[in-house]
C-alpha cells in the first residue's frame, strides 16, 4: 500500500488559488493517485485522477512530477463553498490493498 | 438515475442487537464497498465486491457480513452490534476498478 501524507489542515482566503501537496513515497508502477472532496455530512465525492504529468478539469487540477513521489492538487479561485476535507488516494484496487482515505486535508476558506 | 442510496439514514441500537445496513446503486455498477468513518477519522474499508457473487474483506471486517446476490445492491450486516461500531457507514460503487468511487449519502448508526 503506498501511504499517503497530507497536511492535517490549511486556511485560505476566498479568491486565492490552493495548493495541497500529497506525499506517497511508495507509490507502485499501476497506482493512479485520486483525490476526493468531503463536506460535513456527506459521502466523498470524486474530483480528480491522474497518473503522471498534469491533469485538469472543470474544477481542479493535479499535478504529478516525473518521480511520481507526490502529487499537488491545485483549486483555482477557492470560494467558500470549497470548504471541505480533501483526500489524497493512491493504489488501482480495492480490498487487500487496503485503499484508505487517511485523515485528508481540512481546508478552510475565509472571507 | 438515484445514483447510489443507503436506507436507514439513522439508526440507534442496543448493544447484542444486529441489523442490516442496505446499499442500492442503479449505475449498472460492478464494485462496490463498505466504509465506516469515525468521528474525525478517514474512511476505513470494511469490505469489497467486485461483481455479483464475489466478496472481500477490507481493512476492518469484524464483527460485519457482506453479500452480493445481484448487481445493484450489497447490504451490510451486523451480526452482534457494539459500541465500537458507533460511526457513520458509507456505501460505494465504481464502474470499473480504479474509476471513481460514487458514494452514497451515509447511514449515522449509533450503539448504546
Known amino acids: 500500500l503506498a501511504k499517503t501524507t497530507q497536511p492535517i489542515s490549511m486556511d485560505s482566503y476566498e479568491g486565492q488559488e490552493v495548493n495541497i501537496t500529497c506525499s506517497h513515497n511508495?507509490?507502485?508502477?499501476?497506482?493512479?493517485i485520486t483525490w476526493y472532496q468531503q463536506f460535513p455530512s456527506q459521502g466523498p465525492r470524486f474530483i480528480i485522477q491522474?497518473?503522471?504529468t498534469k491533469v485538469t478539469n472543470e474544477v481542479a487540477s493535479l499535478f504529478i512530477p516525473a518521480d511520481r513521489k507526490s502529487s499537488t492538487l491545485s483549486l483555482p479561485r477557492v470560494s467558500l463553498s470549497d470548504t471541505a476535507v480533501y483526500y489524497c488516494l493512491v493504489g488501482v484496487y480495492f480490498g487487500n490493498e487496503k485503499l484508505t482515505f487517511g485523515t485528508g486535508t481540512r481546508l478552510t476558506i475565509i472571507p | 438515475n438515484a445514483g447510489v442510496t443507503q436506507t436507514p439514514k439513522f439508526q440507534v441500537l442496543k448493544t447484542g442487537q444486529s441489523m442490516t445496513l442496505q446499499c442500492a446503486q442503479d449505475?449498472?455498477?460492478?464494485?462496490m464497498s463498505w466504509y465506516r468513518q469515525d468521528p474525525g477519522m478517514g474512511l476505513r474499508l470494511i469490505h469489497y465486491s467486485v461483481g455479483a457473487g464475489i466478496t472481500d474483506q477490507g481493512e476492518v471486517p469484524n464483527g460485519y457480513n457482506v453479500s452480493r446476490s445481484t448487481t445493484e445492491d450489497f447490504p451490510l450486516r451486523l451480526l452482534s452490534a457494539a459500541p465500537s461500531q458507533t460511526s457513520v457507514y458509507f456505501c460505494?460503487?465504481?464502474?470499473?476498478?480504479?474509476?471513481?468511487?460514487?458514494f452514497g449519502p451515509g447511514t449515522r448508526l449509533t450503539v448504546l
Open positions: 511508495n507509490i507502485a508502477t499501476n497506482d493512479y
Open positions: 449505475m449498472n455498477h460492478e464494485y
Open positions: 460505494a460503487s465504481s464502474q470499473t476498478r480504479g474509476n471513481e468511487q460514487f
Open positions: 491522474g497518473y503522471k
